[in-house]
């Protein structure tokens, strides 16, 4: 790597690594000024994050559907596209992945569980289909249509393991017909489920791998093909894309089915790696954290992995610094926020330290760039 | 260069900041903890962890009846909170077992977890932990393992008794309940029971059971839905609303209490805990409410442990039934008391069965 590249490189991190050191400094005032030890809540947090193999597995656990998230909200950002929906994609490929896991017994492992893990990539990149051609052909705005998707998939997914209540309606599809009354699927087949690396008590599976790879996979699509640069393109200047010949309308789909597909990737990994079933408690935050991912890593594949080992750290931290210094794990959610704050608004970091805006703006994405238009 | 030093300058200063501010906290908050480490003599080896479910620790509901057990248990055998006795708030349902493991890992060993979300972590923590004593409130055990309780309650028949009351209590022959959603087993036992408990009385009595249509994330904490489902159900001629679901069934307590006529011609019943003493703003018009009596069953489970350290196994019932009238103990006949006490004893016995589940 020559200079410059450094230099671009370490200009790209700058806000990022600064915007957290920021949140972290106002959350340890918020709890100074609420009388709580900082020190000791962020020794907590070390500890639960980095402090034991089992710390160290919690955070990687963690950090493996943030991920793909992650990816999910900063691929649709690179082509100018804001992909509130990866909450309801990751729905859909959860519910997706089970049923195919659940169903199906008696296939050999090796056709089982890509199967699975295709159909939660399918009902992912379904959800995410919708809001796209929607944007296309009717001029929908994907913010509004994804916001009502997350709705409509976490309510499909709820209905789904429905148990009945005892008033005699029909149960879902697929409830587990030995809960009673609880909802819930049954345990997907040993046959579909993602292998340990490292078993119980430290339950990592295969997922993290397979995010990874799929985040270089991205980064590799994103800056080395033909497609990667229509989609950044597009997503810099949509007029001039079309000027140029791309296919914008084309390019806008193909994006939000390929965020769809990996938020359906994130459900499925999730599923059958960690839960083995689905349970309507589990529709937690990890799609919408993904958007925090993404604004974090700078929309950059490679920005995304440690921004998500960031995330992840905090969140797997929270639990061990809630025990051993009392304070409640919401610092964790007003430090998450924080973080938000600052690099979505990076000019508030640059007006503190007095940084120059990087040199070469071309490149940066327009968060907001279509707002109100197309 | 300038704005590099300028940058390097501020990032010292805010350092320093924090660096400063770490050390005048940690200096107050040493202090207290070391004069109990000092006096506390070590009369018990028994640790008390509790994991909440999503929410709080003073949720004036299911958290905090348990809480409060764990404080009493612990108290009588003279613990020291933190120490001896501590708890964790859940904030998202998928850190159950992070949550429990920080308890294990600290030698805890009894751990209560609370509500019905938390049994698939728990039981799953008690089969890797089997010198650990689990208590689930609201986790019903299919399996007997042999260091895990699931408190459980007879909610139907709890339900039962309030629809009887409320039967009894109706002039207009119309009914309802405002519930969480029935997603969640306990729930549906209210409801179902209530229904029961009022056509049982009354088999011509209209009753209109409303359960919150959301996920499981919303049922509970959407007062709103609860106030405007009452109102609906105040409208269609309910003089009687039964608010059974968390903060969505206070919405309905509260709307009731408001409307015209409260506590002279309708009536609300809360439920889970004597609301009179966690919702004054119920008062106008809460006549009794449908509980379970959690705190007693976990002061009770954690001193058979600690005294004979015998883990309960399988499932225990806590107790279940009305609150006092407190404030309407006045206006409520002699006769509606006296068939509450009848129905009561009937179920006890069990010659009088709620119907529930059949």
């Known amino acids: 790597m020559n200079r410059s590249a450094l230099r671009r490189t370490g200009q790209l991190l700058l806000v990022p690594i600064l915007a957290v050191c920021s949140a972290l400094l106002v959350g340890a005032a918020i709890m100074w000024l609420f009388g709580d030890n900082p020190v000791a809540a962020y020794y907590g947090l070390w500890e639960g994050a980095f402090g034991s193999p089992r710390a160290w597995s919690t955070t990687i656990r963690k950090m493996t559907p943030l991920m793909l998230t992650g990816l999910s909200v900063a691929i649709a950002f690179k082509a100018g596209l804001f992909n509130i929906g990866a909450s309801g994609q990751f729905i859909m490929g959860t519910v997706c992945s089970v049923a195919v896991g659940v169903n199906f017994a008696g296939l050999p492992s090796v056709v089982h569980l890509p199967l699975a893990l295709l159909a939660g990539v399918a009902g ?42 005892t008033q ?56 080395k093909t033909t497609l990667g640069f229509s989609l950044r393109t597009v997503g810099t200047n949509a007029k001039a894309a079309r000027y140029a010949g791309m296919h914008v309308h084309g390019i806008t789909i193909l994006t939000m089915m390929v965020a769809g597909g990996l938020a359906g990737l994130a459900g499925a990994i999730e599923t059958l790696g960690l839960n083995h079933r689905f349970a309507p408690e589990f529709t937690g935050g990890v799609g919408f954290d993904g958007i925090t991912v993404a604004l974090l890593g700078q929309t950059h594949p490679l920005g995304v992995i440690l921004s998500a080992f960031l995330l992840g750290a905090l969140d797997a931290g929270s639990a061990r610094m809630q025990f051993s210094s009392g304070v409640s794990v919401d610092i964790i959610q007003v430090i998450q926020a924080l973080v938000l704050a600052f690099v979505a608004a990076p000019m508030i970091i640059r007006q503190l330290y007095r940084i120059r805006k990087p040199s070469d703006q071309a490149e940066s994405t327009l968060f907001s760039s279509r707002w109100g238009r197309s | 260069m300038q704005t590099k030093q300028h940058s390097i300058l501020l990032s010292l200063a805010l350092l320093a900041a924090l660096i400063l501010s770490a050390c005048t906290a940690a200096a107050p908050a040493a202090a207290p903890t070391a004069v109990p480490q000092a006096t506390a003599a070590p009369t018990s080896s028994v640790k008390i962890g509790l994991v909440t479910d999503v929410g709080r620790v003073n949720d004036r509901s299911f958290n905090q009846s348990a809480w409060e057990g764990v404080v009493q248990a612990a108290t009588a055998l003279g613990l020291q909170e933190g120490d001896g006795y501590k708890y964790i708030e859940t904030q998202d349902s998928k850190d159950y077992a992070d949550n429990i493991q920080q308890f294990i890992d600290a030698d805890f060993n009894v751990i209560v977890t609370v509500g019905f979300a938390l049994g698939e972590a728990t039981i799953a923590a008690a089969k890797a932990n089997p010198e650990i004593y689990f208590i689930g409130v609201d986790q019903f055990q299919g399996e007997t393992l042999p260091n895990l309780t699931g408190l459980v309650f007879y909610e139907d028949r709890s339900g039962f008794l309030a629809g009887a009351l409320a039967a009894q209590l109706s002039k207009t022959g119309t009914i309802a309940s405002v519930l969480g959603t029935d997603l969640v087993p306990p729930v549906v036992a209210f409801g179902q029971g209530f229904e029961l408990g009022a056509k049982y009385i009354n088999p011509n009595i209209q009753v209109i059971s409303t359960y919150h249509p959301g996920e499981i994330s919303q049922a509970f904490t959407d007062p709103e839905w609860g106030a405007a489902t009452a109102k609906q159900a105040l409208d269609q001629g309910a003089d009687v609303i039964f608010g059974a679901g968390g903060i969505t069934g206070n919405g309905a307590l509260q709307e009731v209490a408001t409307a015209p006529g409260a506590g002279t011609d309708v009536f609300c019943i809360g439920v889970d805990t004597d609301q009179w003493e966690t919702l004054p703003a119920a008062h106008p018009c809460l006549v009794s409410s449908a ?32 609150a006092p009238f407190h404030d309407f103990d006045a206006k409520i006949p002699q006769e509606v008391k006296d068939k509450l006490k009848e129905i009561a004893t009937a179920l006890e016995s069990g010659s009088l069965a709620t119907g529930y589940g059949q």
Request: aromatic residues 14%; glycine residues 10%; proline residues 5%.
């Open chain 1, 124 to 165: 992912g990149l379904f959800w995410g289909a919708i809001p796209g051609l929607l944007k296309v052909f009717t001029g929908a705005h994907e913010v509004i249509v994804t916001i009502m998707l997350n709705y409509i998939a976490s309510l499909f997914a709820a209905w789904t393991v429905y148990a009945g209540g």
């Open chain 1, 168 to 223: 005699g309606q029909t149960p879902g599809p697929l409830w587990d017909s030995t809960a009673g009354a609880i909802s819930r699927t049954p345990e997907v087949f040993v046959s579909a489920r993602l292998p340990w690396i490292v078993a119980e008590p430290y339950r990592v599976h295969w997922g993290v791998v397979i995010a990874l790879l799929v985040a270089l996979l991205s980064w590799w699509i994103i800056f």
């Open chain 2, 291 to 322: 509980m379970k009596l959690i705190t007693p069953a976990v002061v009770e489970l954690i001193n058979t442990y600690s005294a004979d350290s015998k883990m309960t196994a399988g499932n225990y019932f806590g107790g279940a039934g009305l």
